[in-house]
């Protein structure tokens, strides 16, 4: 079944999981996305624990997972605003494509994440 008329189109938006060492970071990074219209909401996950390999070493960090939606179209320019204000060497940046949800939700994210 094709979607609504009013409906936006599958994959025109994108969650996009990124991780900051500490929520002051995260808070910044995210402050910075809604502002420059690079997303539309960023919801700030504390108490996250990260388990992964990096540098030959295996690290167990506390982290804040930001949770972005936003267009997917600015996926891009969205990564590399991230890529410039983030401490670390090599951060999370990882796309979803939004399959579906509430068409006023992702109507919304659309509106408020244009250029």
């Known amino acids: 079944m094709p979607p609504a008329p009013d409906a936006p189109s599958p994959g025109a938006v994108q969650v996009t999981l990124v991780t900051a060492p500490d929520a002051e970071t995260a808070a910044r990074l995210a402050r910075v996305l809604v502002e420059e219209r690079l997303a539309a909401c960023v919801n700030l996950v504390p108490g996250v624990r990260s388990i992964y390999r990096f540098e030959g070493r295996v690290h167990d960090e506390p982290e804040v997972l930001m ?24 951060p999370e940046v990882l796309h979803l494509s939004a399959a579906g949800g509430s068409a006023a939700y992702l109507a919304w994210v659309l509106k408020e994440s244009a250029p």
Do not use: F, I, Q
Request: proline share 4%; net charge positive.
């Open 67 to 90: 949770v972005v939606k936003a267009r997917a179209e600015r996926a891009a320019a969205l990564e590399a605003r991230v890529r410039a204000l983030h401490p670390y060497d090599v």
